[in-house]
């Protein structure tokens, strides 16, 4: 599966499978909401070019938590495109260190009937994101920043999935991308719709849900998820139908 489309004005959606990474454009310059799988790399390249871009275009990488399926290609684009990498503070020790903090609350046993378990590792094992490459210079973001780059994104610290999980409010463009803070596909279940996180994946699944709260009061139309189709439905039935769909 290849997935390199416009999903709203100068906003393309971009995935091999399992994960979403995104390219922002803004007066010829461009900044790459979380970074894909490490395998990627080429991928993300074919899709500057076809934007008329080239690697020194890209401004910089907002990286919404650290997880091997999202940091992928940073500390390349750091290193070849000279990118500026950004990160929740709470989780940039651990984007450094190429080390995720702490555990799962659920258990990954719990899965292993689930046939899209074994596509999603597969998937990912693939492109070599089973390990997270370490981002040797990361800058950290805070709750409610807005980051001068392309975008002009503000940061909605949603802590659960993990520590520094955030997500990224274009304001002015009315469209929320979400990273893994609300997903519209279960990465191990299959499950779709908006919904949190598996409890397999997640630090902290009370607190993912309570994070839900975050992103009460914001009038986005369109959510760009971590994992799954984009919702077209606005913030406040996506948050609901989240908390109904409850753990997994």
């Not at 390990?131 to 210079?137: A, G, Q, S, W």
């Not at 990361?138 to 975008?151: K, N």
């Not at 409890?199 to 309570?210: H, P, W, Y």
């Not at 959510?223 to 919702?231: A, K, Q, V």
Request: aromatic letters at 6%.
């Amino acid at each position: 599966m290849r997935v390199n489309v416009e999903v709203a004005e100068s906003i393309r959606r971009l995935s091999r499978g399992v994960c979403n990474f995104y390219l922002i454009e803004q007066s010829g310059k461009f900044t790459l909401v979380d970074a894909g799988a490490p395998g990627d790399w080429a991928f993300f390249g074919q899709a500057l070019t076809q934007l008329g871009g080239k690697l020194s275009d890209l401004d910089a990488v907002l990286l919404t938590h650290a997880h091997p399926d999202h940091v992928g290609i940073a500390e390349r684009a750091r290193t070849q495109a000279a990118a500026r990498v950004w990160i929740h503070q709470a989780d940039a020790e651990a984007a450094r260190t190429g080390k995720a903090g702490g555990k799962a609350d659920g258990k990954v046993t719990s899965y292993l009937l689930k046939a899209e378990f074994y596509r999603t590792l597969l998937s990912l094992a693939r492109r070599g994101a089973v390990k997270m490459i370490p981002v040797k210079e990361v800058s950290g973001f805070a709750d409610g920043e807005t980051i001068d780059v392309p975008g002009t994104p503000r940061v909605v610290h949603a802590p659960g999935h993990t520590p520094g999980s955030a997500a990224v409010l274009l304001e002015d463009r009315g469209v929320l991308l979400t990273g893994d803070v609300l997903a519209t596909k279960n990465a191990l279940t299959g499950r779709v719709g908006p919904q949190i996180m598996p409890s397999g994946l997640n630090e902290d699944t009370d607190q993912a849900f309570a994070s839900l709260s975050a992103l009460t009061g914001i009038s986005a139309g369109l959510l760009l998820p971590g994992h799954g189709e984009p919702w077209t439905g606005g913030v406040a039935d996506a948050v609901t139908r989240a908390k109904a769909a409850g753990r997994s």
